[in-house]
């Protein structure tokens, strides 16, 4: 193991289309609903994520956009999809550590999605800080 594997930690994602869990060291550490609430006039600008984002669901302000990235268990935004894995990883470690670790991430796909789909998902998990998906 070299030093920097020392900053190495492992998550394993279940992207589901109602909702996403987050599994770190055998626990569950984020179950919230796979919905984001986005600036419709900044789309790269998260307003909440999970629990929060559904209570502005179809009761938001006009610059307010909740999106739901997954559908039938696919990436149907991948934008959205990244924003949105990006927001929940930072919810397993809630304060802000001194050395952020690189993220080993294992996330679960439905067994009929195309190759397409699965690059989606993968793509989304790297620029979300994945070091290896």
Request: glycine share 4%; hydrophobic share 45%; with cysteine.
């Amino acid at each position: 193991m070299g030093l920097f594997n020392f900053f190495t930690q492992e998550i394993a994602i279940d992207l589901g289309t109602a909702n996403t869990l987050i599994i770190h060291n055998d626990d569950i550490v984020v179950n919230e609903p796979s919905i984001i609430a986005l600036n419709r006039n900044n789309p790269k600008e998260v307003l909440a994520v999970g629990k929060r984002a559904l209570l502005m669901h179809e009761k938001t302000h006009e610059s307010i956009r909740t999106v739901r990235p997954l559908k039938d268990g696919v990436i149907a935004d991948f934008n959205a999809a990244e924003l949105m894995i990006r927001e929940l990883i930072k919810l397993v470690y809630p304060k802000k550590p001194l050395f952020p670790p690189s993220w080993r991430m294992l996330i679960c796909i439905p067994s009929s999605i195309t190759e397409v789909e699965k690059r989606a998902v993968r793509d989304s998990a790297e620029q979300a800080g994945a070091k290896e998906v």
